[in-house]
């Protein structure tokens, strides 16, 4: 009489019931097991099995009985110090022959077939392991791919190329939200993890408890807890638990204001903005000094921002002016900086951002065309009198249209003396684009969005106060006229709302 080869020949055969039953794997002598046909579609072959876990200290004996059978805490024999009978030596005396066809023959342990999520990594070891342990480590692999192509019934797992999955660490009471791509009841989390194994789409699942406690959830998932982490959510009815990957492994992979986003395709990872809205560039950086402010960086100071995307931006942030969150373009304060130069060096900057300085027209345009932004004008005399000018929208082209400005509603107190120049073109001396016969930027010894020539010229020459020279100072004609150069000036702009 022929014997079937396994369990899950059986329930083919019409046997449908828990129970003992003669099996042949291999022609020779008949082996008797217990056949489990119910649990998870039925057809498991246990050589021993313990009885169900009950209890709050924890199951550490037998928790998830496939794997951990796998990990041979089912396969242990009691010992004292008399008696040894520990897996070290009998697993290897009793399984050497299957031990040195594992070290000889394979080379990578496949828990299934290579999908198009290219999960699978090479099989690495603990360095740690000694060569007999790293051939039952290879062994214990070997085990659980067989049990997965013995209940499934995959012929390719006869191939001779095997790769390894590797899962992560589970997170207890944690579940992602929003990515659930099939939900099914199973008995344990070793069950769970075989469905994610057999998806080739699935790269993380959460298992949870049901109602009536008999059955537990699994959900699996095409996303993990890093490309969705907005929907990786605290329950704790769940536990979560994907692929691993470099994110898992290494937390410090990534900046603060990052997420580490993995590649299962080739076993990298990448670093990507938390909050794109507020965040760009590689590393991520603040797109201006407004968001820095909103994240807790309260301190006037130096820090580097980048807009869109592009190169990032050294910026002076003003933390503490009227709400904070200002990038500050242009400081007058000393004289120390000669601001009377052609139109290449206002396209690139120039000056120090701890003392005088202009951001450059380059990057003024990238300020202003990556957010709608306003612009504020702070002021100071001689005298210790400050006041400021606001205006709610400014903008500045690119260079191709001569950083042409763009002004709207002005509110202060310094007085308007700039609105007129909105719409113009800049001007150097080198580069004369203003409406005037002659070159403004010559004639006032400044660089500017002169119009026919000028209502304000916080460019011109640092001259110290009062002084008889017309209009060719740090001047804003509406606080102290055309004769008085200012002693403070700033120049910001931040993010509306």
């Given at each position: 009489k022929s014997e079937a080869k396994s369990c899950a020949q059986l329930p083919k055969d019409g046997f449908t019931s828990n129970g003992v039953y003669t099996i042949n794997p291999d022609g020779g002598k008949p082996i008797r097991v217990l056949c489990d046909m119910t649990k998870d579609g039925g057809g498991w072959t246990y050589r021993l099995t313990l009885g169900e876990y009950n209890g709050t200290a924890g199951d550490s004996f037998m928790t998830d009985k496939l794997v951990e059978f796998m990990d041979f805490n089912l396969v242990q024999m009691f010992s004292t110090k008399d008696q040894d009978s520990d897996v070290y030596e009998v697993f290897m005396l009793n399984l050497a022959p299957v031990v040195r066809w594992v070290q000889n023959t394979i080379?990578?342990?496949?828990?299934?077939?290579?999908?198009?999520?290219?999960?699978?990594?090479?099989?690495?070891?603990?360095?740690?392991?000694?060569?007999r342990f790293r051939s039952m480590y290879l062994l214990k692999l070997l085990l659980v791919s067989l049990t997965i192509a013995f209940t499934y019934g995959d012929p390719r797992m006869m191939t001779p190329v095997f790769q390894a999955v590797n899962f992560a660490r589970e997170i207890r009471g944690r579940r992602l939200n929003g990515?659930?791509?099939?939900?099914?009841?199973?008995?344990?989390?070793s069950s769970c993890r075989l469905h994610c194994v057999k998806e080739s789409s699935c790269l993380s699942y959460n298992f949870g408890s049901t109602i009536n406690n008999k059955k537990f959830k699994c959900q699996l998932s095409d996303s993990d807890r890093f490309a969705s982490f907005k929907n990786f959510t605290e329950d704790n009815k769940f536990l979560y638990r994907g692929v691993k990957s470099d994110c898992e492994?290494?937390?410090?992979?990534?900046?603060?204001?990052?997420?580490?986003?993995?590649?299962?395709?080739?076993?990298?990872?990448?670093?990507?903005?938390?909050?794109?809205?507020?965040?760009?560039?590689?590393?991520?950086?603040?797109?201006?000094?407004?968001?820095?402010?909103?994240?807790?960086?309260?301190?006037?100071?130096?820090?580097?921002?980048?807009?869109?995307?592009?190169?990032?931006?050294?910026?002076?942030?003003?933390?503490?002016?009227?709400?904070?969150?200002?990038?500050?373009?242009?400081?007058?304060?000393?004289?120390?900086?000669?601001?009377?130069?052609?139109?290449?060096?206002?396209?690139?900057?120039?000056?120090?951002?701890?003392?005088?300085?202009?951001?450059?027209?380059?990057?003024?345009?990238?300020?202003?065309?990556?957010?709608d932004v306003m612009l504020r004008v702070d002021l100071e005399d001689f005298q210790g009198n400050i006041t400021y000018a606001e205006y709610k929208t400014f903008k500045v082209a690119d260079e191709a249209d001569k950083y042409r400005l763009t002004l709207r509603e002005y509110n202060g107190k310094a007085g308007d003396s700039f609105m007129g120049h909105s719409h113009m073109q800049f001007s150097t001396k080198d580069q004369d684009s203003d409406l005037y016969g002659k070159s403004c930027a010559q004639l006032y010894k400044g660089a500017w969005w002169y119009e026919s020539c000028h209502a304000s010229n916080l460019n011109g020459l640092y001259l110290n106060g009062q002084h008889a020279s017309h209009a060719d100072g740090v001047n804003w004609g509406t606080l102290r006229g055309h004769h008085y150069s200012l002693k403070r000036t700033e120049m910001k702009v931040k993010a509306k709302g």
């Open positions: 080379h990578w342990i496949n828990l299934y077939p290579v999908d198009s999520a290219k999960r699978f990594s090479d099989l690495s070891m603990p360095r740690h392991l000694s060569d990515s659930v791509i099939r939900e099914i009841q199973v008995d344990s989390e492994v290494s937390s410090s992979l990534c900046a603060e204001n990052e997420i580490c986003v993995p590649n299962y395709k080739d076993n990298t990872a990448e670093c990507r903005c938390r909050y794109a809205s507020g965040y760009t560039g590689k590393p991520c950086e603040a797109k201006c000094c407004a968001q820095l402010l909103k994240d807790g960086f309260t301190s006037n100071g130096v820090y580097t921002i980048n807009p869109d995307g592009g190169k990032p931006i050294p910026v002076l942030c003003d933390m503490t002016t009227d709400g904070g969150g200002w990038t500050v373009f242009q400081r007058r304060m000393d004289g120390s900086v000669d601001f009377y130069r052609n139109w290449k060096a206002y396209k690139e900057g120039f000056g120090s951002l701890s003392g005088e300085f202009w951001l450059g027209n380059d990057n003024l345009h990238r300020l202003t065309n990556a957010n």
